[in-house]
Nanobody
Framework: QVQLVESGGGLVQPGGSLRLSCVASENIFNFNIMGWYRQAPGKQRELVATINVGGITNYADSVKGRFTNYRDGAEKTVRLQMNSLSPEDTDVYYC?????????WGQGTQVTVSS
C-alpha cells in the first residue's frame, strides 16, 4: 500500500513563502504522476501542480510563476515551493500520486495565509 506523508504547512503572512514536502513510501519514479491539490471547506478539490515521470510539470493558472513543484528522488520526496502567498492560497493541501491507474492521497496539510 502506497503511503504519502505531507509536511510543511502552517501560518504565513501575505507575500511570504512556504515549502511543502510529500514523502512517499516507495521510489517516486515508480509513479506516473505526482502532484498537489488543495481544497477549501465546502469546495471541490482543485489541482495545484503536477509532475510526471518524465519531469514535465503542470500548474494551475492561479499559481504559475509563484509555485514550483519538484522531485527529490534520493529522498523519495516531492516538494512544492510556494512564494508570494496570498490569502486566496489558504487551503488544505494534499499530495497525490498515481501508479497503474490507482490514485493515492496524503492526509493533507493546512496552509493559512493571513496577517
Amino acid at each position: 500500500q502506497v503511503q504519502l506523508v505531507e509536511s510543511g504547512g502552517g501560518l504565513v503572512q501575505p507575500g511570504g513563502s512556504l515549502r511543502l514536502s510529500c514523502v512517499a513510501s516507495e521510489n517516486i519514479f515508480n509513479f506516473n504522476i505526482m502532484g498537489w491539490y488543495r481544497q477549501a471547506p465546502g469546495k471541490q478539490r482543485e489541482l495545484v501542480a503536477t509532475i510526471n515521470v518524465g519531469g514535465i510539470t503542470n500548474y494551475a493558472d492561479s499559481v504559475k510563476g509563484r509555485f514550483t513543484n519538484y522531485r527529490d528522488g534520493a529522498e523519495k520526496t516531492v516538494r512544492l515551493q510556494m512564494n508570494s502567498l496570498s490569502p486566496e492560497d489558504t487551503d488544505v493541501y494534499y499530495c497525490h500520486a498515481q501508479i497503474l491507474r490507482q490514485n493515492y492521497w496524503g492526509q493533507g496539510t493546512q496552509v493559512t495565509v493571513s496577517s
